[in-house]
C-alpha cells in the first residue's frame, strides 16, 4: 500500500474533533481538567493560516485556543506536535497555497527542528519578516517573539 501524502494526511479528520474523557489522576492534575481535546490536522493548518506576515504564534497558545474553542480543558500534546508538522509538511509539498508554518514556535518561541527546512529554512523564513534569531546553546529563539505574537480574535490570554 502507498504511504499518504502529507496533504492526504492533512484532510483525514479521523472522525475529529473528538473530546477524550481522561481518568488519570497525574493527568489530571498536570493539565488541570479530565476533558482533552484531539483536534484534526487541518484545525492546527486553518490556525497557522491566520498569523500574518511580521507575527508568530507557538504551538501551545494555537492547542489552548483550540481547547477553549471546543470546551476542553486541554488538547492532547502529542497529536498537537505531529499534526502541526503535518500541516507544515503538506504546505511544502503543495507549493501553493502555503500554509506559513515557519511562524508557529515551539514553546517560549524556540525554531522547531522538525520543519521540512529545518531550523536553517526557518531562521531564513523568519528573519525575511524581521525577526531577529538569537541562539542559546544548540537552540534557536525568536527573540522578544512576545512582541510579535498573533492572538486570536476571539481568544486572548
Not at 39 to 52: F, G, Q, R, T
Not at 86 to 110: C, M
Request: overall charge positive.
Amino acid at each position: 500500500m502507498a504511504r499518504k501524502s502529507f496533504n492526504e494526511k492533512l484532510h483525514d479528520n479521523k472522525n475529529m474533533p473528538k473530546i477524550v474523557e481522561v481518568t488519570d489522576q497525574k493527568a489530571i492534575f498536570r493539565y488541570g481538567g479530565t476533558k482533552m481535546l484531539i483536534a484534526p490536522p487541518l484545525a492546527y493548518d486553518e490556525i497557522m493560516k491566520k498569523v500574518p506576515q511580521g507575527k508568530v504564534t507557538t504551538s501551545d497558545y494555537i492547542r489552548s485556543y483550540l481547547a477553549k474553542k471546543h470546551g476542553a480543558d486541554y488538547t492532547c500534546q502529542l497529536t498537537a506536535g505531529i499534526f502541526i508538522n503535518i500541516a507544515a509538511n503538506a504546505s511544502a509539498e503543495r507549493k501553493d497555497d502555503e500554509t506559513p508554518y515557519w511562524r508557529t514556535l515551539k514553546k517560549d518561541g524556540e525554531l522547531n527542528e522538525k520543519y521540512p527546512e529545518g531550523i536553517d529554512g526557518q531562521k531564513l523564513h523568519l528573519e525575511m519578516e524581521g525577526h531577529t534569531i538569537i541562539q542559546k546553546g544548540k537552540r534557536h529563539f525568536v527573540k522578544d517573539y512576545e512582541d510579535k505574537f498573533f492572538y486570536m480574535a476571539e481568544i486572548r490570554e
